[in-house]
Every structure is written in C-alpha cells, then in structure tokens.
C-alpha cells in the first residue's frame, strides 16, 4: 500500500516537494498538495499592492482556471493538463476522500505535453506552473483552449481539438512563463487587434540566452487564420 504524503501549503516550497515526490517515488507515495488559497502572489508583486499601483486581485495568479462550460482546467505535477468536468460525477461529491478528488475519477482527465519523458513515466518531463483558458478564442485557436505556461520547453502549451499546440519562443532561449493573458485591443481588426501576453518570469535573466546584458521581457503571441493573412 502507498504512503500518503499530505502537504500544506502550495507555495514554491510545496509545490516543487510536490512535483518531486510525485516523479521520483510515485510507486510507493500518493501526494495530496492542500492550500487555504486558490491562487498565488509572487513575493515582489507585493510591493506594488503596498505603494497603491496595483490591487490584491490585480496580482493574484490562480492555480486553475474555468472554462465557459464549467469545466476546470489545471497542470498536472506528471506533465500533463488537466480538466475536471463535475457534468460526469456519478455520486456524491463530497465526503471523505472529496479533498483528494477521488469522490469522481470518470470526471477526470489527463492530455499528455510533447516533449521527452523519464523512464517509467507516462507524461513529458515538463510542469507548466500555470494555466489560463482562453474563453472568447482570442489567440484564434478555438473558444475554451487551455494553455499552460511550459517551465521547461520555452513554449506555452494550448490544447486545441485534442491536441496539445506549443507556442515556442525561439530567442532568447529561456523563456519561462509563470502567466498568461489574452487582450482584445480593437475587436473590429481581426486578427491584428488582439493577441495573447506572456512575460519571461525568472528571476535572474541573465541566465537567459544573451547574458547580463538581458533585461525582463514581455511576449506577445498573434495567429494568422492563415499564411497571407495581413
């Protein structure tokens, strides 16, 4: 019988004890990651709450996000996204073992991140730290489309149609997202008027591709509908 490993707290601590419990002793422990809160504020987005520039709300990243259908769409610790849809439970959902999401294990479901993986692993090497959904199809690739911000393949991953789309960014090698978002700036421009936001959100930059002279970036994403659109 596996051990139950319980850890409270989701921030950075907890959730790489996670992340590592669950890849190299997956056979012998089951994790169970509890937080008192559904989001997560970095450590220097504090300071802009503190001088007025922005709200608490302003600066809250949360674990998961919803779809238009209800549908909760998370990353998994095991390379994967994740959706939970409570329109497929068959009994209760609360009780014992409703913490743990076992009260519904058909309202679940795993979609595999390309990329490479470790030897007795089912999903890729990869632990998006966050997913957005993408609701009113900004990005262009389909109302509803998940999109998990890639730690390790310098790329967001959108599930679009049952496929996992990864949205790399060539250069400066080393982008890693922790956020993203979608703007619409003119709704009556196509394509052009919107786009999806991301940022390069380490810490120390200079350990990107170019060294100490890197500054932080934001990342703007645009589809074509298609090759000669303009």
């Not at 936001?197 to 074509?224: C, D, I, M």
């Amino acid at each position: 019988m596996k051990k139950h490993v319980l850890i409270l707290g989701a921030g950075f601590g907890g959730l790489e004890l996670a992340k590592r419990l669950s890849e190299t002793l997956e056979d012998a422990v089951r994790v169970t990651l509890l937080d008192r809160n559904d989001s997560f504020v970095f450590g220097f987005s504090k300071l802009e709450v503190m001088l007025g520039r922005q709200s608490a709300d302003d600066v809250r990243l949360p674990y998961r996000d919803i779809d238009k259908d209800g549908v909760l769409w998370g990353s998994g610790s095991n390379g994967t996204l994740v959706s939970f849809d409570r329109r497929k439970c068959k009994g209760p959902l609360n009780g014992p073992g409703a913490a743990e999401g076992n009260m519904c294990p058909e309202g679940w479901r795993f979609y595999r991140l390309p990329g490479p993986t470790f030897a007795g692993r089912d999903g890729a090497a990869e632990a998006p730290y966050y997913t957005w959904v993408d609701q009113h199809d900004i990005l262009g690739l389909g109302p509803n489309t998940p999109i998990g911000t890639g730690n390790f393949s310098d790329s967001l991953h959108a599930l679009t149609y049952g496929r996992v789309v990864e949205l790399r960014v060539p250069y400066p090698m080393g982008f890693f997202a922790k956020w993203a978002e979608g703007r619409i700036d003119d709704a009556g421009a196509g394509w052009k008027g919107r786009g999806l936001w991301a940022t390069y959100s380490t810490r120390a930059v200079f350990h990107s591709e170019g060294g100490k002279e890197n500054r932080p970036r934001v990342v703007k994403f645009q589809l074509r509908p298609d090759p000669l659109a303009n």
